[in-house]
Every structure is written in structure tokens, then in C-alpha cells.
């Protein structure tokens, strides 16, 4: 039996990996994916963190770029290999965990490849579990081409004819960009235009210096300004939306209301002609295979600081699981670094009770 498993070998599984390294404690990181950094190179080949390399460095290890470099997707792939490769992280592929159930001294984690035991569990699996797309989207003719953007990868999936975009957030801008750019036909926009946009450097700095300097990254989730800023729409960062919305191929068409085989109707007219739809939505969390776990009115679990209701389950990676930093690439390292001090602290106290 391991003393812990580690659900998830992305940055914060890989992060907190680092500390229970160092704590000597016999621990083992489980991913359902294929290869180390899969999370990243399956989404869109454009790519780019929007974060220079200068911010983006892990635990006891810097990211290999020029300060000011913007990495790709393949970038963040291969700085996670080499991360495994340098701590000699012990980590299980092919792994998808299916179900967590608490026992009296030990979790049970099933997966298909059979069953784990182990004292502790963290979860790092990361806000991004279930694609979303409106409902309505089931009633849209089979000959309009959908998918959602975790699965987008270039305009080469794309039929011949007219393209929707639909979703206001960082990835519908950025595929909007692109797109539009190598479409020969009409592009729609469905969403908000009236989005906040942050360019990536101010005045010679890059925002994430800025952001550093004014502490924006550190408010904690609990505190006023925090509460404030996690339920605020997030800005889109270094895209010119303005810019895109005015290319003459695009044509911003308001939020998507609903749909009936080949009619998408829309707040400012109804398309009948559409030949691709790419869903920039979202996603809805799923937390709903940990037996006990209790979850908040938007699914995700209850925690202080990444500890559960559960003695001996923790989280890590959650979007605000304590900063604006914690689901960034940088930001994870503070997180994982106060688990473990917790866990060595709760350990002692157990030790002692």
C-alpha cells in the first residue's frame, strides 16, 4: 500500500509530486493519458501560454526559454518530460481512475487496469474534465460539423463554407483568430463583444510582471478583493479582439439562443447555411467518482486550501484554490508547497494524538 497517489501527472500533480519527493514518503503519480503532457498537446496546435517563460517555473526546476518567451503547447510538453525525467517521478500511464471510496486506514482507487491502495490521495485532475455545449446542440443536423474546442485542432478539420465560432473566453477569441485568417468563407461570432482585454506587455513590462508587482496574483480567494475578482468575467489576455471583430469576413452575431436541424438562431438573425459550429464553451467539472466528497452549488469540492471534508484526500490545481495563481503554471509550486508543510504538520499531530 502507497502512503500516497497522486491522480493526475500535469503541473500540479507533478508539483506536488516534487514535495512528496522530498518528504521520502512512497507515493505514485496515476495519469489516464497515453504520455506525459497530453493535457496540453491535445488542444488546438496555435497554442501559446500567455505567460512568459520567466513565470512559468515549476518547483525546483526553471522553464528552458528566453525570458520573455511565450511557449507553445509542445514547449509546456516537454519541460513537464523533462520535470519526470530529472526528479525520476514514478508515474503510471493508461491510468483512468474511475472510483475513490475511503476505508477505515487506506483509499481504494479502481481503475480499469485493477485496483489501488494507499493512506492518502491527492487529485490533480485540473478544472477541465467534461466538454460542454448547449443542450440544443443535440437537435442540429448531422451534416453540420461540430466539435467542441478541446478537440479543435486546425482549420483543416473544417468543412468547405461557413464557420460559427461561439464562446467569449480566451480560446473562442484565439480560434476566432485563426480562422478567420484562413477561411475563405463568412466566420460568426456567437457571444459577448463586450469582453475586457489585457494586452500582454504595459509600458516595456510584461503583464505578469505587473501582475507580480501589484500582487494580483497573491489575493487570496477568502479575502474581499478576492471573492470580488473569482466571480468576475475573466479578461482575454493578448488577443486584439477589436481587431479580429472587424475583419471583413467576420461577422459577430450576439449569443446563440437555440436550434433546429440546419436554423441556428441567434440574438441578431437566424443561419440557416452554417457549415461548422466550434464550441469555445467551457467546461463543467466532474468530481462525482470520489465517494463522500462534498461539492459546492458549481460541483467543485469544498476544501480550504486544497483539504477536503475527507481525512487524507487533498486537491490541487483547482481553479482559485486559494489565489488567481493557482491554476497557473508558476503559481502551482506556492499551493503544492503548503500541502505538503500541512501534510507534515497533520502527520506530526496524529503522530502525537
Known amino acids: 500500500m502507497k502512503d500516497f497517489i497522486v491522480v493526475g501527472a500535469a503541473q500540479a500533480g507533478l508539483a506536488m509530486a516534487y514535495y512528496l519527493d522530498k518528504m521520502e514518503v512512497d507515493y505514485l503519480v496515476v495519469d489516464k493519458e497515453t504520455e506525459i503532457g497530453a493535457s496540453w498537446l491535445n488542444r488546438w496546435d496555435s497554442l501559446k ?29 516537454q519541460y513537464f518530460k523533462s520535470y519526470v525525467q530529472k526528479f525520476d517521478i514514478p508515474v503510471r500511464l ?28 491527492v487529485i490533480a485532475t485540473g478544472p477541465f474534465h467534461i466538454p460542454y455545449t448547449p443542450p440544443f446542440s443535440k437537435k442540429i443536423a448531422s451534416e453540420v460539423f461540430q466539435i467542441h474546442s478541446n478537440y479543435y485542432k486546425n482549420h483543416d478539420q473544417l468543412q468547405d463554407g461557413k464557420t460559427m465560432v461561439v464562446g467569449a473566453g480566451d480560446s473562442g477569441f484565439q480560434i476566432l483568430d485563426e480562422v478567420s485568417e484562413k477561411a475563405d468563407d463568412k466566420v460568426y461570432f456567437s457571444g459577448t463583444t463586450d469582453v475586457r482585454v489585457l494586452p500582454q506587455e504595459i509600458l516595456g513590462k510584461t503583464l505578469w510582471w505587473w501582475f507580480t508587482k501589484t500582487g494580483f496574483l497573491s489575493f487570496s480567494r ?97 481553479p482559485w484554490l486559494h489565489t488567481r495563481g493557482s491554476a497557473t503554471l508558476g503559481g502551482i509550486k506556492k499551493d503544492a508547497a503548503y500541502l505538503a508543510d500541512y501534510i507534515k504538520q497533520h502527520s506530526l499531530e496524529t503522530a502525537l494524538s
Not at 62 to 72: D, I, L, M, N
Open 222 to 318: 477568502n479575502s474581499w478583493l478576492g471573492r470580488k475578482l473569482s466571480k468576475s468575467r475573466q479578461p482575454v489576455i493578448g488577443t486584439d479582439v477589436k481587431e479580429i471583430l472587424d475583419r471583413e469576413n467576420v461577422e459577430p452575431v450576439g449569443k446563440t439562443k437555440n436550434a433546429e436541424d440546419h436554423k441556428i438562431v441567434t440574438e441578431k438573425k437566424t443561419l440557416t447555411d452554417l457549415k461548422n459550429i466550434i464550441w469555445a464553451t467551457g467546461y463543467r467539472p466532474n468530481f462525482n467518482w470520489i465517494e463522500g466528497l462534498e461539492l459546492t452549488k458549481d460541483g467543485y469540492p469544498k476544501h480550504h486550501r486544497g483539504v477536503s471534508n475527507i481525512d487524507g484526500l487533498y486537491f490541487i490545481g483547482l
Open 49 to 77: 501560454l500567455f505567460t512568459p517563460s520567466e513565470f512559468n517555473n515549476m518547483p525546483g526546476m526553471q522553464f528552458p526559454a528566453e525570458k520573455g518567451h511565450y511557449p507553445s503547447k509542445t514547449e509546456v510538453a
Open 94 to 121: 493508461n491510468t483512468l481512475i474511475e472510483s475513490i471510496t475511503h476505508h477505515d486506514d487506506h483509499f481504494l482507487l479502481k481503475s480499469p487496469q485493477g485496483e489501488m491502495r494507499t493512506r492518502n490521495v
